[in-house]
């Protein structure tokens, strides 16, 4: 995994990315979230009304703990759905497929028993690639090195 360069979304320039521990459960867990694809991380700008796009070199660190999620699979699914009822993990670093806000939604109809774990996997297909990186420890943050801050047109 060597060095790579990923993008955060956000309302601020962040120089030194900080875990904070927010209201909802996300995906991955607690942590400091990016991408590798710039056009997401710029729609996770426009939800605020001053868009900045963060941008960040990462040095992997292969001492520290990394899941990574190559594609969605019934590992994936599962450890979003532990994470999304706040069950914690001990990894640095996990790395895959993000269920945007239609994915949840079909999480939380087979979590509701509506829909079972086949159908789920139906209509899970992306209509546009997705990715997500959190920087769950602090450890993990010393991976990240600031760049840049640009704000982004809505």
């Known amino acids: 995994m060597g060095k ?3 993008y955060h979304g956000s309302y601020s320039t962040i120089k030194h990315p900080k875990i904070i521990k927010g209201r909802n459960t ?6 400091f979230y990016c ?5 997401q991380a710029e729609r996770w700008a426009k939800r605020y009304d001053t ?14 703990n990394i899941l990574e999620f190559k594609e969605m699979t019934e590992e994936w699914l599962d450890f ?5 009822h706040g069950k914690s993990h001990n990894y ?13 939604n079909y999480i939380a109809d ?16 992306f209509k546009y690639p997705t990715h997500q990186i959190n920087f769950c420890s602090q450890p993990a943050l010393k991976c990240l090195n600031f760049v840049s ?5 809505k």
């Open 4 to 6: 790579m360069t990923v």
């Open 26 to 31: 996300k995906d991955f867990g607690t942590g």
């Open 35 to 39: 991408t590798v694809i710039r056009e």
């Open 51 to 64: 868009p900045i796009l963060n941008t960040y070199t990462v040095h992997m660190n292969t001492s520290l």
């Open 80 to 84: 979003i759905i532990d994470c999304r």
């Open 92 to 104: 640095d670093i996990v790395i895959g497929a993000m269920a945007n806000d239609q994915i949840y």
């Open 110 to 125: 087979y979590i509701d028993g509506i829909i079972t774990r086949e159908q789920f996997w139906i209509m899970a297909k």
């Open 149 to 153: 801050s640009e704000e982004v047109s």
